[in-house]
């Protein structure tokens, strides 16, 4: 995991690094906005009802959670997401988030406290528990309780889930979904979704190296603190070198990926696996097979929508090859994200079974190469291979003649082994 958690500090840019250090862009409730950004939006529950994807719409809730939860992260503004891909991939391999309606992720578009909310829950690995009948009919006692309930119906269970995970402070009276989340609310929220808020309390008198320190509240200052310890968030630094955190600026959609992302790094895998391991074959069938650092086996079936993140940018799955070193992300027993960590030499080494076509000889009248007619070939094409100087000969060596069935392994084009048959 060390390579991941150097891609973590490296993908970004100066610039990004700066920002909220953070991410997940968790597109928890998948989104359904207007062109302008600022139109409603859905949770997946709603909108698999919606489409009629339930055989029988009068199914009740509990039937619903029972379903598989759909994954899609082939966002249609991709090139958009720009460094904060990496992140978004991860998290939508474990469920986190999906995306909007429209195929879109909006990267750029400032994200809610409702979302935000909703993604720390799916984060902790609660989010069947959030969108069951009981917390879904939790009485709230919110001032502003009845319009979630109104205008947000599905996320009454994700609030339910966080107040009985101190994700609210004790002094909260509202919920406040529609306001944009900053980036202190942000970090406050991750560092209770970890569980560590004793820990975060207990550094409340630190000393913030920030221009506007000031603005961060003294029962917040733990929290920051601590998120900058773990390297969850970082802050701005202008080219006077004068640093700011900006603790009340909005977070977008790919800041919080990063947030997320990092934030994951701290907690355990709930809806998804992490494997590392090395790849024994090119992907077949549908189907790869990893060598897990003990040395033992894995075969795993892929996903059709795997993601492949190689040498910083997305990648085919033909791209992989033997040898490659992989981290893996499971999501309902198949592959949906796979980074390579290390590229794998490809192997040179050769087997060919083929007829003799002419063999070539040095001045000391040594065999030094060999032309062969390969056996499986429909076409009348040629090898022409050097052979090593001592060479094994396998079976009776009197009939390496033209016109001889033989099979030959080597490496880097050399034969080693010429086998008669």
């Known amino acids: 995991m060390s390579k991941m958690k150097m891609l973590k ?29 600022n139109g409603k939006w859905k949770s997946e529950y709603e909108q698999n009802k919606n489409k009629g994807k339930d055989k029988d719409d009068k199914h009740d809730r509990d039937d619903d959670d029972k379903k598989e939860k759909k994954i899609t992260w082939q966002f249609e503004d991709e090139a958009d997401l720009q460094w904060a891909l990496e992140y978004i991939m991860r998290l939508a391999s474990k469920g986190v988030f999906t995306g909007y309606e429209d195929g879109t992720f909006k990267p750029k578009q400032k994200i809610s406290r409702i979302e935000t909310l909703t993604a720390a829950v799916r984060l902790m690995g609660l989010r069947d ?10 009485e709230l006692h919110f001032k502003d309780a009845d319009k979630l309930k109104k205008k947000y119906p599905w996320a009454v269970g994700y609030v339910a889930v966080a ?10 009276t509202e919920i406040k979904p529609e306001q944009n989340a900053s980036r202190l609310w942000s970090t406050i929220l991750l560092i209770k979704a970890l569980k560590l808020e004793n820990e975060a309390k207990a550094l409340n008198n630190t000393k913030l190296d920030f221009k506007d320190a000031h603005e961060i509240p003294a ?22 070198g004068n640093k700011t955190f900006r603790p009340n600026q909005p977070v977008t959609r790919a800041e919080l990926a990063a947030l997320l992302d990092r934030t994951d790094g701290e907690m355990p895998d709930h809806d998804a696996q992490a494997i590392s391991g090395q790849l024994k074959a090119a992907p077949a069938n549908g189907k790869l097979t990893l060598v897990k650092p ?3 086996e894995l075969t795993l079936a892929i996903d059709p929508t795997v993601f492949i993140f190689r040498d910083d940018k997305k990648s085919p799955i033909s ?7 992989l981290f893996l992300r499971t999501y309902q027993n198949k592959v949906v994200f796979i980074e390579v960590t290390e590229n794998g030499q490809a192997s040179t080494a050769f087997t060919q079974l083929g007829v003799v076509s002419t063999l070539g000889f040095n001045s000391q009248a040594k065999l030094s190469t060999i032309a062969i007619n390969p056996a499986d070939s429909t076409q009348n094409s040629v090898l022409i291979y050097n052979v090593d100087p001592n060479v094994t000969i396998v079976g009776d060596a009197t009939k390496l003649k033209n016109g001889q069935l033989v099979q030959v392994k080597g490496d880097k084009n050399v034969v080693k082994t010429i086998e008669i048959k």
């Open 163 to 172: 107040l009985e995970n101190d994700l609210f402070f004790e002094t909260d």
């Open 319 to 325: 791209a992989l090859q033997a040898g490659d070193k």
């Open 219 to 240: 029962g917040s200052v733990g929290y920051v603190a601590l998120a900058l310890q773990k390297g969850i968030i970082t802050g701005y630094e202008d080219k006077h």
């Open 9 to 37: 500090k490296t993908a970004l840019s100066a610039t990004a690094l700066v920002m909220l250090a953070t991410g997940a862009t968790t597109a928890f409730a998948d989104g359904k906005h207007s062109n302008n950004g």
């Open 129 to 138: 528990q959030a969108e069951s009948s009981t917390e879904m009919n939790t």
């Open 294 to 296: 003990d040395k033992t």
